[in-house]
T-cell receptor, first 115, second 112 residues
Framework: QKEVEQDPGPLSVPEGAIVSLNCTYS??????FMWYRQYSRKGPELLMY????GNKEDGRFTAQVDKSSKYISLFIRDSQPSDSATYLC???????????????FGQGTILTVHP | DTAVSQTPKYLVTQMGNDKSIKCEQN?????MYWYKQDSKKFLKIMFS???????INETVPNRFSPKSPDKAHLNLHINSLELGDSAVYFC???????????FGPGTRLTVT
């Protein structure tokens, strides 16, 4: 069993839909939770970052972390064709620059938003 | 001004060959990483260096040898390439105590 599980999809939605992406994890030591977006043939780029449990909102994106359930989510409101990409959840036990800052990624969900 | 750059972008080679991939970051970060992304998009850490010191060494065949000549550069040398080494290799860097890792554009390695 992988340490971080993420449904790879693919997920196809119409423009304007609300998208929900999820990951579950087994390591209770994870404290830092991230969502990365990766366009085709590009490197991942950080979309959202959350420390410990709670919600965080940034424009059309909302990240939620429920440590008691070991479950994290990313919601995209009013989805746009430009949101079409692979979304990767990632987690670490500590901050960057240390061995605890090692990121463990989910498999990534391929999202397509069609006009 | 590319923050994290990798060379080459594409690498096609035959089984048994030895090849190197180079990475450079101009962000002033102390920590750099190598990741491998397989055909199913699964991204897995291989190595990490902090200020030229190896701090993370995952279960990777010893045919893979990283080298960090200074904190802005991290290279990856692969000996005796195998078909299973075909993947996209990403370099990343992060500042001390920061949350965001900055990824390079990737090197697509194909072993035939």
């Amino acid at each position: 069993q992988k340490e971080v599980e993420q449904d790879p999809g693919p997920l196809s939605v119409p423009e304007g839909a609300i998208v929900s992406l999820n990951c579950t994890y087994s390591n209770s030591a994870f404290q830092y939770f991230m969502w990365y977006r990766q366009y085709s043939r590009k490197g991942p780029e950080l979309l959202m970052y959350t420390y410990s449990s709670g919600n965080k909102e940034d424009g059309r994106f909302t990240a939620q972390v429920d440590k008691s359930s070991k479950y994290i989510s990313l919601f995209i409101r009013d989805s746009q064709p430009s949101d079409s990409a692979t979304y990767l959840c990632a987690m670490s036990e500590g901050a960057g620059g240390t061995s605890y800052g090692k990121l463990t990624f989910g498999q990534g969900t391929i999202l397509t938003v069609h006009p | 001004d590319t923050a994290v750059s990798q060379t080459p972008k594409y690498l096609v080679t035959q089984m048994g060959n030895d090849k190197s991939i180079k990475c450079e970051q101009n962000l002033g970060h102390d920590t750099m990483y190598w990741y491998k992304q397989d055909s199913k998009k699964f991204l897995k850490i291989m190595f990490s260096y902090n200020n030229k010191e190896l701090i993370i060494n995952e279960t990777v065949p010893n045919r893979f040898s990283p080298k960090s000549p200074d904190k802005a550069h991290l290279n990856l040398h692969i000996n005796s390439l195998e078909l299973g080494d075909s993947a996209v290799y990403f370099c990343a860097s992060i500042g001390q105590g920061a949350s965001e890792q900055y990824f390079g554009p990737g090197t697509r390695l194909t072993v035939t």
